[in-house]
């Protein structure tokens, strides 16, 4: 009997022991339940680096698809709207930073660049799509802007110059192709007139204006009323945002009044050639406007505007100068410097970059250099390397050049084809113009 009663006990104490376990058990959970519901969004947190991992593992719920197809949805909506009938593949999302040695933030611009067909195109368009000359999506002529803008104002120039690449400077770029380099000026604040010759150059810069300016009025309109457009109804209320947003007076900085885009040769006004009279004029071979296939020489008909009749401002922040056409006649780039002269003349052209041409009739591509570098002196500019800044990332800062070390650094010989720009900038000192320009 004894025996039996000290087994009846044990069994007793070990019932405690594991009845306590389990009320202890019990106890813990309802302390997590609890502190899971309080302190949610800090675990949430915790975690997000960890799940974001993990939902880009292909078949565990990728949220970064539907964030694309979501994107995708508002291209096609946008397209819609501005009635843009073309492959959606040709619409580029292209994304730039604003930042610059001025400012010490840093923000992401993004533009819409409507490109020709890649078949075609095979030397900007496809450059953009296939990033032939660089990272995809984007363009060594933007990625150059990029880092001219980024550092303005810096010592890594070795001599720093003055640019400001917002706050409604004005931007003019001549010869401007499909207008990646002039929508990504308007993108960051900047009021541009953009030229081209080629007709089909001017519809695509059109086509990327007005989707620009309606994701910039949808976006603005869903902010400001603080809408959450989530599920069938929000897609509906977002579809009507976009159909208002049609009205280009709500584009922002795409709308016509600060993004100014003309079908035109830019150049100087002479006696024989006379207001709105047409020119047939040749692009050069392989620098395609993107027209002809093969990348052959491209033949257009444009008419000639100057700047002095055509810009309407106080100052030119920079006159950007592409032209691609012969480097004879009223509208090679050193003309168009001319056509600007009332603007020179008052100071009011702070920086012009220019094309530096290697190719066919060489000796007459030397002798515009020679005269570029002539003309822009005798107003007091000095001048950049850039043709570091244009290459990766864009974060090679433009390099003084000596003014006894200009001509030399523009007469070095190079391969056949090569076309780097060159930046001038106002420097302070103020030069007497002699009168035989």
């Not at 003019?172 to 499909?178: Q, V």
Request: aromatic share 8%.
């Amino acid at each position: 009997l004894g025996g039996w009663s000290r087994t009846v006990s044990r069994l007793m104490v070990a019932r405690a022991f594991l009845y306590s376990i389990a009320v202890g058990f019990g106890i813990m959970s309802a302390y997590q339940l609890w502190n899971h519901h309080t302190a949610g969004a800090l675990k949430m947190n915790r975690h997000r680096s960890a799940l974001g991992k993990w939902s880009r593992i292909p078949g565990s719920g990728d949220m970064s698809n539907k964030t694309k197809k979501g994107r995708r949805r508002h291209t096609e909506e946008y397209m819609a709207v501005c009635d843009v009938q073309r492959p959606e593949q040709w619409v580029v999302d292209m994304k730039y930073e604003t930042w610059s040695d001025k400012s010490a933030s840093s923000k992401k611009k993004h533009f819409f660049v409507s490109v020709h067909d890649p078949s075609i195109d095979t030397v900007i368009s496809k450059g953009i799509l296939d990033g032939l000359w660089g990272p995809k999506n984007k363009y060594p002529s933007v990625t150059e802007m990029y880092s001219i803008c980024k550092f303005a104002g810096s010592k890594e120039t070795r001599r720093p110059y003055d640019l400001d690449c917002g706050n409604g400077k004005v931007f003019i770029e001549g010869g401007a192709a499909i207008g990646m380099v002039s929508l990504y000026m308007a993108a960051r604040g900047m009021k541009v007139y953009s030229y081209d010759a080629v007709k089909d150059n001017v519809e695509r810069i059109k086509e990327s204006a007005c989707l620009n300016g309606v994701r910039h009025c949808v976006h603005r309109r869903i902010k400001r009323e603080k809408l959450n457009l989530k599920g069938k109804t929000g897609r509906e209320k977002r579809k009507e945002i976009s159909l208002e947003c049609r009205n280009s007076s709500r584009w922002g900085p795409f709308s016509p009044k600060r993004l100014k885009i003309r079908q035109n040769l830019i150049g100087e006004r002479t006696a024989n050639i006379s207001h709105g009279a047409k020119h047939k004029l040749q692009t050069q071979p392989g620098n395609l406007a993107a027209i002809e296939l093969g990348g052959g020489v491209v033949t257009t008909e444009a008419s000639l505007i100057t700047v002095d009749e055509d810009v309407k401002c106080k100052q030119i922040e920079m006159l950007h100068l592409s032209g691609g056409y012969s480097s004879q006649g009223p509208w090679s780039e050193l003309n168009a410097m001319r056509g600007a002269k009332t603007f020179f003349d008052k100071r009011r052209v702070k920086n012009v970059l220019f094309l530096r041409y290697y190719g066919e009739s060489q000796g007459a591509k030397d002798k515009m250099a020679k005269e570029i570098v002539e003309f822009l002196q005798g107003y007091g500019f000095e001048f950049y390397n850039v043709e570091k800044s244009r290459e990766g990332d864009g974060n090679t800062a433009p390099q003084w050049i000596p003014p006894n070390e200009v001509m030399t650094y523009m007469m070095e010989p190079r391969d056949y084809g090569a076309h780097p720009r060159v930046l001038a900038s106002l420097g302070n000192s103020r030069s007497n113009k002699t009168e035989t320009r």
